[in-house]
Nanobody
C-alpha cells in the first residue's frame, strides 16, 4: 500500500506563486517517476510536470519557465513551485508516483488532489 498526501493548494491572484508538496508513504522500496497532473472543470486530466529518479524533468509547454518540479528522495517528496500563475492554471492538481513496493510489485499511485484557484 502506497499513500500520497498533497498540500499547498489555495487561492492566489494572477501573477502570484504557490508551492505544492506531495509525500509518499507506505511499503515503498523505490520510487521512479514523480509528477503532477491537473484537471480543470470540463477538461481531461493532463500532465503538468514530472521528474525521473535521475532528476530528468519534463513540462507541458504552457508552464515552461513558470513552474519548477523538484524532489527530495530522502523524504519521498515531490514539489511543484508555481510562479507567475495565470487564471488558466486554475485546476485540481494531482500528485502521481510510480515505483516498486517492498513486495517487489510495481505501483502507480495518485493523490486525492488539491485545488489551485488563480483569480484575475
Amino acid at each position: 500500500q502506497v499513500q500520497l498526501v498533497e498540500s499547498g493548494g489555495g487561492l492566489v491572484q494572477a501573477g502570484g506563486s504557490l508551492r505544492l508538496s506531495c509525500t509518499a508513504s507506505g511499503s515503498i522500496l523505490s520510487i521512479n517517476t514523480m509528477g503532477w497532473y491537473r484537471q480543470a472543470p470540463g477538461k481531461e486530466r493532463g500532465l503538468v510536470a514530472r521528474i525521473s529518479g535521475e532528476g530528468t524533468t519534463n513540462y507541458v509547454d504552457s508552464v515552461k519557465g513558470r513552474f519548477t518540479i523538484s524532489r527530495d528522495n530522502a523524504k519521498n517528496t515531490v514539489y511543484l513551485q508555481m510562479n507567475s500563475l495565470k487564471p488558466e492554471d486554475t485546476a485540481v492538481y494531482y500528485c502521481n508516483t510510480k515505483g516498486t513496493t517492498t513486495t517487489m510489485r510495481w505501483f502507480d499511485a495518485w493523490g486525492r488532489g488539491v485545488q489551485v484557484t488563480v483569480s484575475s
